[in-house]
Structures are given as structure tokens and as C-alpha cells.
């Protein structure tokens, strides 16, 4: 069973920087996708971006709502997929998911993706 597991997140100063991890179990996921979302309260889920484990032409997107500040990267070394987000504003309060897919295949919409982290609650206040 795909389990996946983020860490990081919690309180961030306006303007610093957010650094998240999601550790996945469970299966080789060589033929995976994976992806970032974020959702606000009242808003709904939002892509950051996706990475295709085994990279190659087109295996990383990033979503249009967070421009040049996102950057996603695997280790597979420790099949562990991260997040780094700089210049946080309070408008980028919200909880951040980690989820996967079983194909290479980079999906930009949440239904696409079949496992889900329990999320992490960022909020960027003073």
C-alpha cells in the first residue's frame, strides 16, 4: 500500500522560505508521478507542481499561481520528493499535500492523482 508522509511546514515569516518533504513507501515508483498541491481555506486545491520519478523530457511542471518560486526535486536515494517555495506571503497560507500517481504521466489536476499525504499546515504570518 502507497503511503506517503510530508514533513516540514509551519509557521513561516512573510518573505522566508519553505522547505517540505514527502517520504513515499510502498511500491517501486520508477513509473510515478508526483505531485504538490496546496488548499486554502475557501479556495480549492491547487497544483505547485509535478516531477515524473524517472525524469526525462517534460517530467517536471510547475503550476502557474506560484510563478519562479517553486522548485521540486527527487532523492531517490530515499524515495523522497521535495519541496522548496521562497518568498512567502500571507496569501500562501494553506495545507500542502504531497500525492502520486501510478504513471509517468504528469496530471496538473488533483483528480488525477490516486495516493495523498495527510497534508501540512503552512502558514506565513508575522
Known amino acids: 500500500q502507497v503511503q506517503l508522509v510530508e514533513s516540514g511546514g509551519g509557521l513561516v515569516q512573510p518573505g522566508g522560505s519553505l522547505n517540505l518533504s514527502c517520504a513515499a513507501s510502498?511500491?517501486?515508483?520508477?513509473?510515478?508521478?508526483m505531485g504538490w498541491f496546496r488548499q486554502a481555506p475557501g479556495k480549492q486545491r491547487e497544483i505547485l507542481g509535478a516531477?515524473?520519478?524517472?525524469?526525462?523530457?517534460?517530467?517536471?511542471y510547475y503550476g502557474p499561481s506560484v510563478g519562479g518560486r517553486v522548485t521540486i526535486s527527487l532523492d531517490k536515494s530515499k524515495n523522497t520528493v521535495h519541496l522548496q517555495m521562497n518568498n512567502l506571503q500571507p496569501d500562501d497560507t494553506a495545507v500542502y499535500y504531497c500525492?502520486?500517481?501510478?504513471?509517468?504521466?504528469?496530471?496538473?489536476?488533483?483528480?488525477?492523482?490516486?495516493?495523498w499525504g495527510q497534508g501540512t499546515q503552512v502558514t506565513v504570518s508575522s
Open positions: 510502498g511500491d517501486t515508483f520508477t513509473d510515478y508521478a
Open positions: 500525492a502520486a500517481r501510478a504513471s509517468p504521466r504528469i496530471i496538473v489536476t488533483d483528480r488525477g492523482y490516486s495516493y
Open positions: 516531477i515524473r520519478w524517472s525524469g526525462g523530457s517534460g517530467g517536471l
